[in-house]
C-alpha cells in the first residue's frame, strides 16, 4: 500500500473513532441521582410501601390520575377532567384516551378499578395507600374513559391520595409473583425499570414509547434523558461530597451543613423547598407533673428561641415553625408566632408562680406542687428520633432558668413504647402533609390510643368538635379556618413545643437542565430533564 | 474424621434452636410493633386503630406466639424462612442477596488483616526490643484501637474525596470494596500482628528452635519452617474469631460506604421489628459462624499432627 | 594435637536482678576420639559451657568472652554468625537433653532429618530421604523407611533421643557435644543410649564431650572427666586418676553420694549437705567451702587455682599437694 493510501486510511479510521465517541458522548444523557439510605423504599410497590420516596420513585415508572404541580394547584395527569359531587361521596373521572403501559396493555377505566381494587384488598396489606384511598363502597367504569368512585361517608381527600397511587398495567398484575418487582412495576411513566439492587442502587432506563401527554411534559414524546440511577448512600459525610466529586450529578437531598460547599459556585445548582406539616414539633405530656400545669408548658416555650438555634446549628437554613403548623403551611396562623415571644424573666415568674423555685445549684425544685414531693428538681426529658442538636442548643438555653432539659435519641421503636405507656415529657412528632387534617390526627383525642398520634393525654371538646369538622369541610378557605381556629386552642393551651422546620436541599450539577421540584421539597419532576455537557 | 464432621454438623441442630428460641424470645420482648412501626415512618394520611388492627392481621401479628414460633420453626427445618414483613419478599432470598457483598466484605477484610497483621508481626518478632519492634507494635496499636466508622470516613475522606483514586459508595465494583476491606482489615492486622508477635517469641524459645539452631539450618528455614507453623496454631483460633467477628460487624462499615449487606439488613430489620427476616438473618449468621469454628478446627488438625479426630 | 581448645571462657546473664556469673573463667580441652565428661550439679555452669562453645546463647542476655576458643585448628571467635552456622550441625553436632521438647512437633521425623542433608550436604530431596532413613537404621530403630512420615509424638522416648542422635551425626561431624542425653529416660533406656554413641564413636571417631550429672554415665564412657562447680572447674584429668585419686572434695563428696547396687543396704543415701550457692552473690574464698567435710580457715582466703596432683590430673583444693 502507498503511503498516501496509508495515510487517508488511518485518517479515515481516526475520523470514524472520533464520531463514534462524540455520537457516543451526545448519547450518553444519565441522571444520577444520591439519596439517603433512609429513603431507601422497602417493597418499591407504592400500592403497599407507605414511604414518600417509594411513591416519588414510582412517579418515574408510571403516570398518575391527577398530577400536583410544583404551584401547588392539581393539573391532569391520566386524567384530563374530575369532579366530586357536593355531598362528597362521589367522584368522577375522565381519563386519556390511547395511553399504553410499557407492556403495550391498555391504560383504560379496567386498568384503574384493578389498581384500586388492589389497593385496598387485604391480601395486599396496604399500609397507608389504602387508608388514604379510603372506605370504597363501588367502583364502575363507563367505555375506556369514564370512571366513577362511589364512597358511603364523604370523602374529600381523593385527590391527594390518587396524585400518589401508581397505576400498573392489569396484565402485570395479574401474572406476577409477589416480590417480583421487574414483573409488577409495569407502568405509564417515561422510564422503565430496570433493576435493583437493594442497599445500592435502583436503575431506570428511558421508556422510547412514552406518550408525553400529561399537563406537567412540557412537549409530546419520550424525554430526554437516558437513563436515570438513584444511588443510596449511607453516611451523610458522602451525601455532601459526592456531588463535589462528580460521582453523581444530583443530590437529594443535601444535608444542610454541606450546603456551604455548593453556594455562590457556578458549577451548580442548589434549590431548597420547605415540606408543610408540622415541623420537628415536640409534643407535650400534660397528664403528670411537672407538664401538666400549663404555667410550666408556657415557660418552656418562652425560653426557648428557635431562631437562635436554627443561626447556630445552620446557619438559619431550617425554615421557621412557630406552632402545631408550620411557617410555610397554607393554613398557618400566624398567631403562633406571637403568642410567646422569647421571654426568660416571664417564664421564670410562671415557673415561681407554679411552685418550681430556685434551689441550690440554680436548678429549680419543687416546693407545693401537687403530686410531686418538696424538692424534687424540675428534669424534663426531650426524647426525639433525631436533630437532638435543637435540643441541646435548647437545654443551654434552659438551664440558666433552672430546667434540667435531658436530651436522649431514642429509635423508632422505643419511642412509640414510651408513648404507649405514656412515659415521657417531650416527645418529637413530625407529621408532614399540606393538608390540615394532620391537626386531627395529632390533636384529636379520639385518637389518644395505640396506633394513633394523639400523645399529650389532652382533651378538649371544643378542640375535638373543631378536627371533627375538619373532615367533613370540602372546600379549602374553609377548612384552613378551622385549623387556624384549632391552631388558636392548642397554643393557648401550650401543648406543643415549636422547634424548627426540616428543608429538602437538592444540589444539581451545571449540566443538569429542566429539573422542576414539586410543590414540596418531597416530590420533583424530570419529564422535562435533560444532561448539557 | 468422617464420623467427627459429621458429629459436628448434627451438634449444630441443637445450638440453631437454642438460638431460634433467644431470637424469637427477645424480638417479641423489645419494645416495638411492626405494623405502628411501618406506619410512624409514613407521610400519608391518618391510620385510624382499626385500620392498624387489620394491617396486624393480615401480617399473622395476632397469632399465639407458640404457634408463631411453631410455624417458624417448622418452616426453618424446610428451608423456608417466611416472609419479611417489611420488603413482603421470601426472607432467604432477602438474606442471600446481601449475604454476598458481606461475606465479599469479610474475606477482603481478612486478607488484608492477614496480609497486613502477619508480615508487621512477624518482622517485629524477628527485630524484637529494636526500633523496628517498636514501630511495628505502635502500627498495630493504633490499628487496633481505631473506631471502625472514624476510619471508615478517614478513608473516604482522603481517598476518595481529595485524591478520587477510589469511589466513595456503593458496592458493585472491586473498586469499591477497597476502602472498606481496609477499613475492617487494618483493625484486625492490629490484632494480629500483636498475637503473631507473641506467639513467635514464644515459640522461639522452645527447644526445637534450639536444636534447629544447632543444626546449622539457615535462619528463614528456622523462622518459617519450624517456627511459623507451631506459631500459627493460637493465630489460627484468632483468625476463625475475627472472621467470624468480621461477618457479624459489618454494619458500620457497610453504613459508611452505603455497601448493601447482612449486616445493615439486620439492624434495619430489628429497627422496624420485622421479625421473621431478624429471626431467619440470625439463623443464618449462626450457621455460618458455626460452620466457621468447625472450618478452624479442621485446619487445627491440618496444622497439628498431634490433634486427630475421631481415633 | 587438640581438636578442641577452650581458655578462659566467661559466660554471664543479664536479669532483672542483676548480672549472674554463669561460667568463671575455665578451660577446656578435647583431643580427636576422645570423651570428656563434663559433670557437676544443676546450676555448675555446664550446660552453658556446652551452649557458648556452639554459640548457641540468646544473644540478648547472655554475655559470652573467652580468651581463646579453637575448633579443629579455627579461631571459632573470629567468625562470622554464617560462618558458624555452617559449621553446626556438620562439623559439631548436639544431642539435647529432653528429646519430647527438642523434635518439632509438627514436621515429621524425615523432614527434620532429611533437611539437614539438604542444608549441609547439598543433597537433594530424594538422596536426602535416603539419607535420613540410612540414619535411622545407623541408630537403630526398625522400619526406617516406613518411619520417616512418622511424627515426634508417634515415637517413645528412648526412639526419640536416637532420633536425636542421628541428627546430630547426619554429617558424620568431627565432635558431638551431648548436653544430659540420658537424663530424661528410664534407666534401661539409659544404657541403651549410652551404647549407641560408644558404637557410633568407634565407627566414626569422632570425639563425644558429655554433659552430666550423673557419675554411672561418666564411668561407662569417659575418658576424660572436668568436674565443674559454681562456673568454674574444680578438678579435671583421666577418668581414671579422677576416680581413684579423687583430689577435690567435693568430687569425693558426689562419688560417695552416688547409690551403688552392690552397696545396697548399707545406710541412707549421702547427699552431700548444703545446697550450691547463688551465683549471684558468690563468697570469697572456695565457693564449696560452706559444704566442705574437711573445711579449713585457709580456705576462705580465696579460690584456690588448679593444682596439679598427677601427670594428667588437676584439682582446685587448698588440700592438693602439688607433685612433681
Known sequence: ?533 | MRRYVLGRLLQLIPVLFLVSLIVFAVMRLLPGDPALLMLSGAEGGAITPERLNELREQMGLNEPLAAQYLNFVLGALQGDLGSSIRFQVPVIDLILDRFGSTFELAVAGLFLAIAIGMPLGMIAAARQGGWIDSLCMTLSYIGSSMPVYWLGLLLVLVFSFTLHWFPSAGGGSFEALILPAFTLGLLSAGVLARLIRSSMLEVATEDYMRTARAKGLFPRLIIFRHGLKNAMIPVLTMIGLQFGALLAGTVVTETVFSRPGLGRLIVDSILSKDYPLVQGAILFLAVVYLLVNLAVDLAYALLDPRIRYGN | MQLLELEGLHVAFSTDRGEAKAVNGIDLSLKESETLAVVGESGSGKSVTALAILGLLPKRTAMVRADALRFDGRDLMALSEEQLRAMRGKDIGMVFQDPMTSLNPVLTIGRQLSEIGEVHLGMTRATAQDHAADLLDQVGIPQAKARLRDYPHQFSGGMRQRVGIAMAIACKPKLLIADEPTTALDVTVQAQVLELLAELQAEMRMAIMLVTHDLGVVARIADRVLVMYAGSVVETGSAEAVFSRTGMPYTRALLRSVPRLDQADEGPLRPIRGSPPDVMRLAKGCSFAPRCDLVEARCHLGQPPLARCGPDHQAACVLVEPTA
Open chain 1, 1 to 533: 500500500m502507498t503511503r498516501m493510501k496509508k495515510a487517508a486510511l488511518w485518517s479515515g479510521v481516526a475520523s470514524l473513532a472520533l464520531i463514534a465517541s462524540v455520537g457516543t458522548a451526545v448519547a450518553e444523557s444519565d441522571l444520577i441521582i444520591a439519596m439517603p439510605a433512609t429513603n431507601e423504599p422497602a417493597s418499591l410497590d407504592g400500592h403497599i410501601d407507605p414511604y414518600q420516596s417509594t411513591w416519588l420513585i414510582n412517579s418515574l415508572i408510571t403516570d398518575p390520575l391527577v398530577i400536583l404541580s410544583p404551584d401547588g394547584t392539581y393539573i391532569p395527569g391520566l386524567a384530563t377532567d374530575w369532579s366530586v359531587s357536593d355531598d362528597g361521596k362521589t367522584w368522577t373521572f375522565t381519563l386519556r384516551d390511547g395511553v399504553t403501559f410499557h407492556d403495550g396493555e391498555p391504560f383504560n377505566a379496567e386498568a384503574v378499578r384493578a389498581n384500586l381494587e388492589r389497593i385496598v384488598a387485604p391480601e395486599t396489606a396496604s399500609a397507608q395507600m389504602a387508608s388514604d384511598i379510603g372506605p370504597i363502597a363501588s367502583i364502575e367504569t363507563d367505555g375506556e374513559t369514564g370512571l366513577t368512585i362511589i364512597y358511603d361517608t364523604p370523602w374529600v381527600t381523593l385527590l391527594d391520595a390518587v396524585r400518589r397511587a401508581p397505576l400498573w398495567s392489569p396484565a402485570a398484575l395479574a401474572t406476577a409473583e409477589p416480590g417480583d418487582m421487574s414483573a409488577i412495576l409495569v407502568g405509564t411513566g417515561p422510564f422503565r425499570f430496570v433493576d435493583w439492587v437493594q442497599n445500592d442502587n435502583i436503575t431506570l432506563e428511558r421508556w422510547d414509547d412514552y406518550a408525553g401527554v400529561t399537563a406537567i411534559s412540557e412537549a409530546p414524546g419520550p424525554v430526554d434523558l437516558d437513563s436515570v440511577t438513584i444511588r443510596f448512600i449511607g453516611e451523610s459525610a458522602v451525601m455532601g461530597e459526592v456531588l463535589a466529586t462528580g460521582e453523581v450529578n444530583m443530590v437529594y437531598t443535601l444535608p444542610p451543613l454541606f450546603s456551604d460547599r455548593y453556594v455562590g459556585n457556578s458549577d451548580y445548582t442548589l434549590l431548597s423547598k420547605g415540606q408543610a406539616g408540622t415541623g420537628l414539633q415536640m409534643v407535650m405530656n400534660t397528664r403528670s407533673a411537672p407538664l401538666d400545669d400549663i404555667r410550666v408548658r408556657q415557660a418552656l416555650i418562652l425560653g426557648t428561641d428557635s431562631a437562635a438555634a436554627n443561626d447556630i446549628l445552620y446557619d438559619g437554613l431550617y425554615q421557621a415553625s412557630d406552632g402545631p403548623l408550620n411557617n410555610i403551611h397554607p393554613c398557618f396562623w400566624e398567631g403562633s408566632s406571637d403568642m410567646y415571644p422569647v421571654d426568660q424573666e416571664r417564664a421564670a415568674a410562671l415557673l415561681d408562680d407554679a411552685g418550681w423555685v430556685v434551689g441550690d445549684g440554680g436548678m429549680r425544685v419543687a416546693q407545693g406542687v401537687e403530686g410531686v414531693e418538696d424538692g424534687t428538681p424540675l428534669t424534663v426529658r426531650y426524647s426525639t428520633l433525631h436533630h437532638q442538636e435543637i435540643g441541646e442548643v435548647f437545654q443551654a438555653q434552659l438551664r440558666p432558668l433552672g430546667i434540667d432539659l435531658q436530651i436522649e435519641v431514642v429509635p423508632g421503636p422505643v419511642q412509640l413504647d414510651m408513648v404507649q405507656r405514656r412515659d415521657f415529657e417531650l416527645m418529637y412528632e413530625r407529621q408532614r402533609s399540606p393538608s390540615p387534617l394532620i391537626l386531627d390526627q395529632v390533636w384529636n383525642s379520639a385518637y389518644d390510643e395505640p396506633g394513633g398520634w394523639a400523645w399529650t393525654g389532652y382533651a378538649n371538646p371544643e378542640l375535638d368538635g373543631i378536627l371533627e369538622q375538619l373532615r367533613a369541610v370540602f372546600d379549602d378557605d374553609e377548612r384552613c379556618d378551622l385549623a387556624r381556629d384549632a391552631q388558636q386552642i392548642i397554643m393557648e393551651n401550650a401543648l406543643m413545643l415549636p422547634t424548627l422546620s426540616q428543608p429538602i436541599i437538592v444540589g444539581l450539577d451545571a449540566s443538569v437542565q429542566g429539573f422542576e421540584m414539586g410543590a414540596e421539597g418531597n416530590w420533583f419532576f424530570l419529564q422535562n430533564a435533560s444532561i448539557e455537557n
